[in-house]
């Protein structure tokens, strides 16, 4: 047990972590703006793949960290135009981007790679002290670049939101369209702004996923997008709590691992892969911490 309640799962918590609340985070962001958003799986895995191809094709990680988030706001911005202007439904729309992300990233793996499961490997960003001790494990994820942008995003949210025109405009649009637009407020321009945001930061979680591998895995995603929808709910659509609620989610998966390597048998280590996902479904269930969803997500101004 103290093997489990240590620096070292605490490292791992908040490694594991970081695409989650990035993903949640930037859920909150297209929702709070009145727009569904479940294809927070799908910009996760486009950006991995974009940050690892780029970034192994120039051999810098600062470019690859970029074209990540570039490709993560396109596509979010795919699906605000996809809703707002075409008016397709938003979770048609999100569905199609998820599938898209999905079979486009494998078939770039084959074209670019010959590979149908792994890209090349790549350096990634080094920073902090070498080695496998707690301390050290803990010392490069809060030094390593992606985490500190990913912390200053997740941090920044819920005060941008509270307090700035712009997150006030956001959350306008989220409330009541209508009210919005006759106060003066584009409310198809604002949820455009709200949706590229969102994807800036859930495409972080996706980079610092590939970077942390070293390499980008067919489907590495994982259904990170859709726990971080989970935490979504859970956290009433505020930020703050979305993120907290995904540290929550990096503990379990961090004690989960800890408690496979522990496991005597393969049937007890299946089992205990399952914890992360059957206590998100019981939380859910149980309606812990649930809040009211915008008043006016999946309305357009009449």
Known sequence: MSQLLSVTTLAETLRIAVPYACAAVGGVWAERSGVIQIGLEGVLLSSAFGSVAVAHATGSMVAGLLAGVLLGVGQSALHAWLVERTKIDAVVSGIALNLLAYAATRMALRALYDSSSNSPGIEGFRVGPMGSEGWQLLARVLMDPVSVLAFIVIVASPWVMRNTRLGL?????????????????????????????????????????????????????????????????????????????????????????????????????????????????????????????????????E
């Open 169 to 301: 405009r956001v959350r306008a649009c989220g409330e009541n369209p209508t009210a919005a637009q006759a106060a003066g407020i584009d409310v198809s321009r604002t949820r455009v702004i709200a949706l590229c945001i969102s994807g800036a930061i859930c495409a972080l979680g996706g980079v610092h996923l590939a970077f942390d591998q070293h390499r980008f895995e067919a489907g590495m995603s994982g259904g990170r997008g859709f726990i971080a929808l989970a935490a979504v709910v859970l956290s009433g659509w505020r930020a703050g709590r979305a993120a907290v609620a995904c540290i929550a989610f990096g503990l379990l998966e961090a004690l989960q691992i800890g408690l496979q390597d522990m496991a005597r048998t393969s049937q007890a280590a299946t089992l205990i892969q399952l914890l992360p996902y059957v206590a998100t479904l019981l939380v859910l269930g149980l309606g812990i911490g649930r809040g009211a969803a915008p008043a006016g997500i999946g309305q357009s101004p």
